[in-house]
Every structure is written in C-alpha cells, then in structure tokens.
Nanobody, 114 residues
C-alpha cells in the first residue's frame, strides 16, 4: 500500500523559512506527478506547487519566487523549500501523489506569525 510521510513545518516569523519533506513508501518506481497543497481554516484546499518526474515544476502565483519544489527520484521523496514566508502562508500543508485515486499525506501545520 502506498503512503506518504511528511515532515517539517512548524512556527516561523514572517520573512523566515521552512522546509517540508515527503517520502513515498510502498512503491519503488514513481512515475507520477507530486505536489504540495495547503488548506487554511475556512478555505478550500489549493495546489501550491507540483513537479513531474522530469523536474518540470508549476507554482501558484502567490508563492512564485519564494517557494521551490524539488524531487529526488532515487529517494522517492519531494521537498518544498519555503522562503520569505508571510502570515497568509499559514495553513496545513499536504503532500500529494497524483495517482488515481490520489494519495495524500497526513498534513503538517505551517504557522507564520510574529
């Protein structure tokens, strides 16, 4: 059974940085697109960034230039480096494996506050 195990997150001041990691377990070869989503209280879950196996990336406009998604195919992992964090980045962040149906991580809280 495929599962996603997330790590990272926490509390950071505005302007700070955090790094989220996600490990894919249960498969050896991962050809699928991976992504990070976030969900703030009272809002819908939204795509933050995605990356396909060849490294091509996509970002929501609000994080372009601040967040970087990367993947290590050998380690079957994806990371999200978040810099210049803003209070509006506060949310639960979820790792996603775009299979059918998709697989989700358990979520990790990111709080940006002074």
């Amino acid at each position: 059974q495929v599962s996603l195990v997330e790590s990272g997150g926490g509390l950071v001041q505005p302007g700070g940085s955090l790094r989220l990691s996600c490990e894919v377990r249960g498969i050896v070869y991962n050809p699928w697109t991976m992504g990070w989503y976030r969900q703030a209280p009272g809002k819908q879950r939204q795509l933050v960034a995605s990356i396909i196996r060849d490294g091509t990336t996509n970002y929501v406009d609000s994080v372009k230039g601040r967040f970087t998604i990367s993947r290590d195919n050998a380690k079957n992992a994806v990371t999200l480096q978040m810099n210049s964090l803003k209070p509006e980045d506060t949310a639960v962040y979820y790792c996603n494996l775009l299979t059918s149906p998709p697989v989700w991580g358990q979520g990790t809280q990111v709080t940006v506050s002074s």
